[in-house]
C-alpha cells in the first residue's frame, strides 16, 4: 500500500491528530463499495494492523449516527459483528476505526456487478455458512448483550466479509438501544432501507415495532441470497418473477421445482431450504412469524412450508453437526425464555429424551446430552416442540 503526503484533500484526517499518529500509511477511497463499504480510508496502524476509516460529514458528525454507532458497537463482541476498535472527535470533525475486512460487501457475491453483469462466485455452501453466520450475529444483538440492541438496517450492503469469509453485520446508524424486557419500540418515523423495512414501521395497525423488523428485514437478505438477485426487478425477462417473493412463494406451494441455472441437486436443497427461512420470516404480521426460529432453523436438515398455528411452535436449536458451533448455553438460554409453554418433545436421531417436561427441565437434559454426547457430537436435529394448549 503506498504511503500518501499530507494536502488540502487530506485536511479531514489531518485534523483528527489521534488517529493520524496512529496511522502508518492510508489510501483515501473514491468508492466505498470497491472495498468494504466502510468508510472513507483503507489504513495500515504503526503496530501493522489494517483498519478501515470511516469519516462522518458534518451533517451526520453532529447528529445521532456518530452516537448510535459508538453506543452500541462499543459494548459489542461478537465473531459476527464488525469490531469497533476507537474513534476520534475534533471539534466537529470525528471519525470511526473499525478493523478492515479484506473480501469486501456482502452483496457483490449475489449480485452481479452493476454494468458488468459479472457474478463474484461463491459456492451455495459458502453462501449458506454465511448466511448461518448473520443469523447469529443478528441474535447476538437481539439477545446476548445486556441491552437489546434493533438494528433497523439489515441488509447485504451493511454485511461484510473477512478474509476467512466470516460475516460481520455493521453500519449501526439506525440502530436503537432498548431492555431485553422491552418487546415493543416507540418511534415517530420509519427507518431502514426500502424493500427490506418490514411492514410495521410503516403500518401502525399490524402491530408493534420490535426486533422482529430485523427478523423480516434478514428474511429480505435470505430471500435475494438464496436467489442470488435483487428481490425486485423490473427488468427481468418474465414479468411473473419481477417481485422474487411473491413467485418463489407460489412455486413452492403449488409443489413446483425450484433450480437455479447449473446448481447442482444439493445446492439446490440448499436454496430451496434459505428460500423457506425466509418466507417464515416476511409473513406481513409480527404475530405470524415464530418468534425463536430463525438463527436455528436454517440449520435443520429438512424444512417445508406450512401454515403455522397458535398452539404450536418449533425452536431448531442445533442439527447436522452444527452443535459445536450452536453452544450448549446458547440453547439451554433459548429453551428457558420458552417458560410460558410446557416441552412435548426433544429427540435426536429420532429418539425421545424428554415429554411433558417444563423448559428448565428441558434445559437441564440439553446439558446432559451436551456432557454425554461431546461438544463436537453429529446431532441430526434437536426439535423443541412446545404447546400452549397443554
Not at 418463489?248 to 431450504?273: C, F, P
Request: aromatic content about 8%; some cysteine; charged content about 20%.
Amino acid at each position: 500500500m503506498a504511503s500518501t503526503s499530507r494536502s488540502d484533500s487530506d485536511d479531514y484526517l489531518s485534523s483528527c491528530e489521534a488517529i493520524y499518529n496512529l496511522i502508518e500509511q492510508y489510501v483515501w477511497v473514491t468508492s466505498t463499495t470497491a472495498w468494504g463499504g466502510m468508510g472513507d480510508i483503507q489504513a495500515k496502524l504503526c503496530s501493522g494492523h489494517f483498519v478501515a476509516v470511516k469519516m462522518l460529514g458534518k451533517s451526520k458528525a453532529n447528529g445521532q449516527e456518530f452516537i448510535n454507532e459508538v453506543a452500541t458497537i462499543g459494548r459489542i463482541h461478537h465473531v459476527n459483528v464488525v469490531q469497533l476498535i476507537g474513534f476520534s472527535v475534533d471539534g466537529s470533525k470525528r471519525a470511526l476505526i473499525y478493523d478492515f475486512m479484506p473480501n469486501g460487501l456482502f452483496e457483490k457475491y449475489i449480485f452481479s456487478q452493476s454494468g458488468s453483469g459479472v457474478l463474484i462466485s461463491l459456492s451455495y455452501e459458502k453462501i449458506f455458512q454465511i448466511a448461518l453466520g448473520v443469523a447469529r450475529g443478528i441474535e447476538y444483538l437481539h439477545r446476548g448483550c445486556d441491552m437489546q440492541i434493533l438494528h433497523f438496517d439489515i441488509k447485504p450492503h451493511n454485511i461484510l466479509l473477512d478474509e476467512n469469509f466470516t460475516p460481520k453485520v455493521s453500519d449501526f446508524g439506525l440502530a436503537r438501544l432498548c431492555p431485553l424486557d422491552n418487546s415493543i419500540v416507540s418511534l415517530t418515523t420509519a427507518r431502514g432501507t426500502i424493500g427490506y423495512i418490514a411492514p410495521e414501521l410503516f403500518y401502525k395497525n399490524i402491530g408493534g415495532v420490535s426486533y422482529k423488523a430485523d427478523v423480516y428485514s434478514f428474511g429480505m437478505l435470505l430471500m435475494e441470497t438464496a436467489g442470488r438477485r435483487k428481490n425486485l426487478n423490473a427488468s427481468i425477462e418474465h414479468s411473473s418473477q419481477i417481485y422474487f417473493p411473491t413467485w418463489v412463494y407460489d412455486q413452492l406451494s403449488e409443489g413446483n421445482d425450484i433450480n437455479m441455472g447449473d446448481a447442482t441437486e444439493e445446492e439446490n436443497k440448499i436454496m430451496r431450504k434459505m428460500i423457506i427461512v425466509a418466507l417464515w420470516c416476511i409473513q406481513m404480521k409480527p404475530s405470524e412469524c415464530d418468534k425463536y426460529m430463525r438463527p436455528y432453523v436454517i440449520s435443520k436438515p429438512e424444512v417445508t412450508v406450512t401454515k403455522r398455528t397458535e398452539e404450536d411452535e418449533f425452536l431448531i436449536l442445533a442439527s447436522d453437526g452444527l452443535w459445536d458451533v450452536i453452544s450448549n448455553e446458547m440453547a439451554c438460554r433459548v429453551v428457558n425464555k420458552c417458560l410460558d409453554g410446557r416441552i412435548r418433545r426433544i429427540s435426536t436421531h429420532g429418539e425421545d429424551h424428554v415429554q411433558s417436561h417444563t423448559a428448565s427441565e428441558a434445559a437441564a437434559v440439553l446439558a446432559d446430552l451436551a456432557m454425554a454426547r461431546g461438544s463436537k457430537d453429529n446431532i441430526s436435529v434437536i426439535v423443541v416442540a412446545l404447546s400452549k394448549t397443554s
